[in-house]
């Protein structure tokens, strides 16, 4: 039972262009939504977070939305740059310590 | 400042040997966690420990025991290796408060036999 879903694998983006990256979730009872990025051979690194009494936060370069109704979060990069190649996970949290990951999305900034 | 380290970066392992991965953070947080990752799932919660002196059962517990030896350290132990164990595992570790971020150490890929 996947709670926390990222349904697609990879994503591609030209350099300068907008990315965004899709989280779907079935348990309304997570309360905060994060997204990590993970390069090659290293652990996951914090991105931004959001909490479910919010709708946007933003940081920079990345933008965090989330519809509660949908049950969506989405990561919008703008601009993207090569750098930003990695593997993105969004993360739920669940009670105050559990935190449900979702499968990860590739993305790849062509320069 | 190192963050959260962990030993070791590899290993081998036959089906029924034993180890033990070491983990260690210098944030001076109170809980760390354990996570295996596997290609297709995502990170998946093995332990954690909300404070020193506790621990607690996460989605995958089952095979593996945990240590909190004190507030920094934080050891897993795979008793009797199985290759289902097969994995990259991380450690990290969380204040439990302000953004609830997780502070990840670079990974142990074990492989067993």
Redesign the interface.
């Known amino acids: 039972d996947q709670q926390?879903k990222q349904n697609s694998p990879s994503l591609s983006v030209q350099e300068g262009r907008i990315s965004i990256l899709n989280c779907d979730y079935t348990n309304s009872m997570f309360d905060?939504f994060?997204w990590?990025k993970k390069y090659p051979?290293?652990?996951?690194?914090?991105l931004i977070?959001i909490s479910s009494i919010k709708d946007k936060n933003e940081d920079g370069r990345f933008t965090v939305f989330l519809n509660k109704s949908a049950k969506h979060l989405s990561l919008h990069i703008v601009p993207s740059q090569p750098g930003d190649s990695a593997v993105y996970?969004c993360?739920a949290?669940k009670g105050?310590?559990?935190?449900?990951?979702?499968?990860?999305t590739r993305l790849k900034v062509l320069a | 400042n190192a963050g959260v380290t962990q030993t070791p970066k590899f290993q081998v392992l036959k089906t029924g040997q034993s180890m033990t991965l070491q983990c260690a953070q210098d944030m001076n947080h109170n809980s760390m966690y354990w996570y295996r990752q596997d290609p297709g799932m995502g990170l998946r919660l093995i332990y954690y420990s909300a404070s020193e002196g506790t621990t607690d059962k996460g989605e995958v517990p089952n095979g593996y025991n945990v240590s909190r030896l004190n507030k920094r350290e934080f050891s897993l132990r795979l008793e009797s290796a199985a290759p289902s164990q097969t994995s990259v595992y991380f450690c990290a570790s969380s204040s439990g408060q302000g953004t609830y971020e997780q502070y990840f150490g670079p990974g142990t890929r074990l492989t067993v036999t």
């Open positions: 926390v905060y994060l990590y051979a290293e652990g996951p690194t914090f977070s996970f993360a949290r105050t310590y559990k935190y449900i990951f979702g499968t990860g």
